[in-house]
């Protein structure tokens, strides 16, 4: 098909997401490979966001590829309450790579079902029904893992599931809970903790965080935050659940990124660079204590997909791709490549107002003044400027997000220094749009 129709037809006969369908002005994409992808009329992008920070181990890897060739040649599917091969060995390799507490896994389609497994397995485990997540949260588009999220995705499917207590992050929108990040740690803490008496630590289940922030910022942590909040939640019998559904499996520079706080989750959420993203698998970890309470009490979740042949596959291929080929290193040696690119324009653009990577996990913020005032007017509030820069890369060549702010910039982990460069030079040849919006 030409471009036009491939785009005319998806538009006429299928519902994009997140969108006013009126609105919507997609890429027809044809083909990928590496950290580039290529549209219908032969244009050629870097993906500079791995899609939806999934693709880690970059497009179409030819040992996930021929792994997923080889699962449908032998056994495409069978019901989840079976026993395969791919189901062993993904669960044995995934054992190995997550800490020793966490035992065994459940098989999802993707992140948001892994979220709500964790839901279900945190009030079934303790007997308690309310769920604690934070305001600058995403967990999942599912009517559960929606009412985790705090973000603005969540208003229009309000009212959801009772149980749900949202709570300010460590790092709010707005203000802070102090300059410095011992200071942020120890006065978000103390709310916190109040907000626990408040609720009746008795009848909460379980906390669900992103240890590093995704969508809603790409923020670390302040410094003892997560040995903090890990040890304020033991105190009282709530569980800690960690998504690491966006930062998993290398992203960071670390496995998973609650491991830069040094601690041991009791349960958490995968998806995404599980299997690289080239088919869909969810999975939720669960520790030594869960999993002996199941022995005897019914795990009451169940889904036909549940633990798929073939997304099994895909996964087996994309966690050794990036344990053999050694990307989680290398995002963490790339890190200090991507600050150099982003101090480098934050010198040269006043519209800059701060940057930051954890690994290839990283995001700039924009200003529209000297004094520091975001870009955007208003929580949930995206500039035209943003707009226009989304364009504007598209056109030179390189894909994207952006909303609010702030610009993604969450590369494969395969890229290397050289295609760093080329990617930020096409950034840095845009952002005059940004700054044409700044007041000085």
């Known amino acids: 098909m030409e471009t036009k129709e491939i785009v005319d037809l998806c538009k006429r006969h299928t519902v994009f997401s997140w969108s006013a369908q009126k ?9 990928a490979e590496g950290i580039y992808f290529w549209d219908a009329a032969g244009k050629r992008y870097i993906d500079f966001n791995s899609q939806l920070m999934c693709v880690n181990a970059g ?9 997923v060739k080889a699962q449908a040649d032998k056994l495409c599917f069978v ?15 995934l054992d190995e790579v997550t800490p020793s507490h966490i035992t065994k896994f459940f098989f999802t389609n993707g992140g948001a079902e ?12 303790t007997g308690r029904h309310k769920i604690l997540s934070r305001y600058r949260s ?37 203000y802070s809970f102090g300059e410095t990040e011992e200071e942020q740690t120890k006065n978000n803490l103390t709310y916190l903790a109040e907000v626990i008496d408040m609720e009746g630590p008795q009848s909460i289940a379980a906390m669900f965080i992103e240890p590093v922030l995704g969508t809603n910022g790409i923020l670390p942590p302040p410094k003892g935050y997560l040995a903090g909040l890990r040890a304020l939640l033991d105190q009282h019998g709530i569980l800690l659940v960690c998504d690491e559904v966006m930062a998993g499996f290398g992203r960071t520079g670390k496995w ?14 995968m998806a995404k660079g599980l299997t690289g993203a ?26 036909t997909y549940s633990s798929h042949p073939m997304g099994i596959a895909a996964a087996i291929a994309a966690v050794e791709v990036v344990r053999d080929e050694g990307l989680v290193d290398r995002a963490a040696q790339m890190q200090d490549v991507m600050l150099k690119h982003m101090a480098e324009l934050a010198a040269k653009h006043p519209s800059v107002a701060h940057y930051r990577a954890t690994g290839l996990f990283g995001a700039m913020d924009f200003r529209r003044n000297s004094q520091g005032d975001p870009l955007s007017e208003g929580y949930n509030v995206t500039h035209p400027a943003i707009g226009k820069l989304s364009a504007a890369l598209l056109d030179k060549g390189l894909f994207t997000m952006a909303r609010w702010s702030m610009l993604y910039c969450n590369p494969p982990l395969t890229i290397t220094a050289e295609q760093m460069g080329e990617a930020f030079a096409i950034i840095d040849e845009c952002l005059g749009i940004i700054d044409e919006a700044f007041e000085g």
């Open 23 to 31: 609105n919507v002005n997609p890429i027809a994409a044809d083909r």
């Open 59 to 67: 497009h179409n890897h030819p040992k996930i590829v021929a792994a």
């Open 79 to 93: 019901f989840p309450g079976m026993a395969t091969e791919p189901r062993a060995r993904l669960g044995k390799l």
């Open 278 to 303: 080239v088919l869909p698998l969810g999975a939720l970890g669960i520790s030594e204590t869960i999993a002996s309470h199941f022995e005897e009490n019914v795990f009451w979740s169940g889904l």
């Open 114 to 125: 892994a979220n709500e497994a964790a839901i279900r397995a945190a009030r079934l485990f």
């Open 256 to 269: 998973f990124s609650f491991e830069h706080g040094g601690i041991k989750p009791d349960m958490i959420c």
């Open 138 to 174: 995403y967990h999942g588009g599912t009517h559960g893992a929606m009412m985790l999220t705090g973000e603005p995705r969540r208003w229009p499917n309000e009212p959801g599931a009772p149980g749900f207590v949202k709570v300010m992050d460590p790092v709010p929108y707005r």
